[in-house]
């Protein structure tokens, strides 16, 4: 059965407890817990923390398997979304050495999953990118396996603002990056955190992947996006994508939801599906954050019930 969850990155301001009893309070199965190390975001919806791993004594184990219990919502997965291939060697090192950090937290909590990017060195094309992850990630996968927990990785080109130009922050873009990905990296706790919005404002098909990439699926992100092509006549998908796209909350933008979970439903994914909010057009108040999530969370029952 297919769980309705929500990424709690939206509700950055929150207690772990708060986000629970939130998700608790209207319905939800589950929540993609944020655990970026103590510090300051460098942007947008980065650099939440509601699990602490650098903090995790035997109490506060405890206490987050008991609060989900006594809440009856479980966590997903835990989510780190830096860029391991960071030209700065060293913010590339400390985002590595976080991911492993985060990964020895989900197996302290019993929590299946890890959510990441691997990364991607904007300046460098594709195959030199290829080539630096083939030497940075089989390290990161093994110790997950070894641990028994999934890698999800999402599919976002985190090509949104001008100092992420030309390439973006994140290689994992495309069905033909992947299938290089798991070449290179064959073992299957290796997989997607896949966000079917990204491949719409690229002009690809968000839904065939899921039938190529089936056994891969290790989470799903529900976002969805808005392409103005009237925008995008004008400037050409060579410019930064926000001038012709707007993430959106599903059910208000171009992602076929219907297909969608078909599709899901086709090749037994019966896993976590967590609503992600990155629409600005509901972030002017914790009002707007809330009915952002529930409205988003009204349309998608019509394919995910409450149980």
């Known amino acids: 059965m297919l769980k309705l969850g929500f990424v709690s990155a939206i509700l950055a301001e929150k207690s772990f407890e708060e986000v629970i009893d939130f998700a608790a309070a209207e319905d939800f199965s ?4 944020m ?7 460098e942007r947008r919806y980065a650099g939440v923390t509601h699990i602490d791993v650098a903090q995790l004594d035997t109490a506060q184990i405890n206490h987050i398997r008991e609060y989900q219990r006594e809440k009856k919502v479980f966590v997903s997965g835990l989510g780190f979304y830096p860029n391991p291939m960071d030209p700065d060697e060293s913010k590339a090192e400390a985002a590595l050495s976080h991911i492993k950090a985060v990964v020895d937290g989900a197996e302290k909590l019993g929590i299946p999953v890890v959510n990441t990017f691997i990364g ?4 460098l094309n594709m195959d030199d990118n290829l080539k630096m992850f083939a030497e940075r990630f089989p390290a990161v996968v093994k110790h997950a396996s070894k641990k028994g927990i999934r890698i999800g990785i999402e599919n ?15 290689l994992a873009i495309s069905p033909a990056i992947w299938e290089k990905m798991f070449s290179i990296i064959p073992d299957p706790q290796f997989g997607l955190n896949y966000d079917p919005s990204h491949l719409v404002w690229m002009q690809m098909d968000p839904v065939q992947p899921l039938y190529e990439f089936r056994d891969r699926l290790h989470h799903i992100h529900l976002k969805d996006v808005k392409l103005y092509p009237e925008k995008l006549n004008r ?10 796209h707007s993430p959106k909350i599903p059910g208000l933008g171009d992602v076929p ?10 090749v037994g994914y019966r896993g976590p599906c967590c609503i992600e909010v990155e629409d600005k057009a509901f972030e ?15 349309y998608l029952r019509q394919f995910i019930p409450i149980a």
């Open 30 to 33: 589950c929540v993609e817990m």
């Open 35 to 41: 655990c970026w190390p103590k510090g300051k975001a």
């Open 120 to 123: 991607r060195n904007p300046s």
């Open 156 to 170: 976002c080109p985190m090509f949104f603002t001008n100092d992420e130009w030309p390439g973006g922050k994140n």
């Open 235 to 244: 400037v050409g998908i060579l410019a930064n994508p926000l001038e012709y």
């Open 257 to 266: 939801w219907g297909r969608f979970f078909a599709a899901l439903t086709d």
């Open 284 to 298: 002017k108040s914790p009002e707007d954050v809330k009915m952002a999530i529930l409205t988003a969370r009204n």
